[in-house]
C-alpha cells in the first residue's frame, strides 16, 4: 500500500516527534522520516534509534520536498523557525504543529508561509513528564484527542488530509478555532500545570518543612503534583508566555472559586464543601468513563510503559 505521505519532516524530536515517528513507522504513514534538531546530541539519538532516516543539521535543509511539516519543539521557537523554512517549504505542502497554544502560533507562523503551502495547526492532547528523542512511544496518541484549528482559507482537502493521519496514528480528531482551543486547553492543561508548579514550589520553601519530610511523606496528593510539575520547563515556559491572556482569565475564575471554599472552611460550610466535592468526583468519573484516564490502581502508573 502506498504511503499517504511520501516524506514527513519532523522539526523537533522530544516527546511528541519521537513518538510521531514511532508511530508513523508502525502504521506505515510516510516512506521517510526526515528530521532537525538543535542539540547535537538530540540528533545523534534520533539516527542511532532509528527515529528518522536521515537527520539534517538546518531545518531548511529537513523540510526540502517533503509533504507533511511538523513542528514539534517548543511554541517559543515556531516564527523563527518558519521564517527559516519558507523559502524551502514545497508547494502544496501541509504544515502543520503539536504547540498546545493556537492563537499565538497562527500569529508567529503565518506571515512566514508561503502561497501554495497549507498551514493547518494542530494540537494532540497527549503526552507525559517525559522529554527526549527515548520517551516517545507509538501508541502515546491512542485514543487521546487531536485538536485541529484550521484557518478561515484552508483548504477542505487538506484540512481532512490531516485529520486522517492523526486517525492513523491513534487520535480522535476535534475541529475549533484557535481562539477557542486556548480558552479549553486553559482550564484543562495549562491551569493545571500552573497550580502543580505552584504547589510545588510552595512546599518546598516551607521553612518548618524541610525538603526530606516534603519527599518522605509525598505519597499523597503532593506526589501526584510533582508528576505534573515534572513536566519540560522550556515547553511550560513557552506555553504561559503565548497563552496569557486565556490562562490569566482562567486563573482569575479558579482564584474567585478559591476564595468560596476559603469562606466555606473559615465558617464551617460543610454543605458547600460537599457539594463541590461531589461534582468533582462526578467530573472524575467522567474522564474514565470517556477512556481519557484509567481507573486503576495508582492511576495506572505501575504498568509498564508500552514500547
Known sequence: MTPPFNRVALLGIGLIGSSLARAMRQQKLTGEITGYARSEATRAKALEI????RI??????AVKDADLVILCSPVGTYGALAQEIAPALKPGAILTDVGSVKAAVVKDVLPHVPSGVNFIPGHPIAGTE???????????????????????????KAVERLADFWRCCGSNVDVM?????????????????????????TAADLEEVTSSEVIKYSAGGFRDFTRIAASDPTMWRDVFLNNKDAVLEMLGRFSEDLSALQRAIRWGDGDTLFDV???????????????????????GRGAPKPQ
Not at 539534517?56 to 535543509?61: F, G, K, V
Not at 484557535?178 to 502543580?196: G, M, N, Q, R
Not at 466535592?277 to 492511576?299: W, Y
Open 50 to 53: 532509528g527515529l528518522v532516516d
Open 56 to 61: 539534517l543539521p538546518t531545518a531548511a535543509e
Open 130 to 156: 517525559q522529554s527526549g528523542p527515548e520517551s516517545g512511544f507509538a501508541e502515546l496518541f491512542t485514543n487521546r484527542w487531536c485538536i485541529i484549528t484550521p484557518l478561515p482559507d484552508s483548504d477542505p
Open 177 to 201: 478555532t484557535p481562539e477557542h482551543h486556548d480558552l479549553v486547553l486553559a482550564i484543562t492543561s495549562h491551569l493545571p500545570h500552573l497550580i502543580a508548579y505552584n504547589i510545588v514550589s
Open 277 to 299: 466535592f461531589t461534582r468533582s468526583r462526578q467530573i472524575r468519573r467522567s474522564i474514565i468513563a470517556a477512556g481519557q484516564d484509567t481507573a486503576a490502581p495508582d492511576f
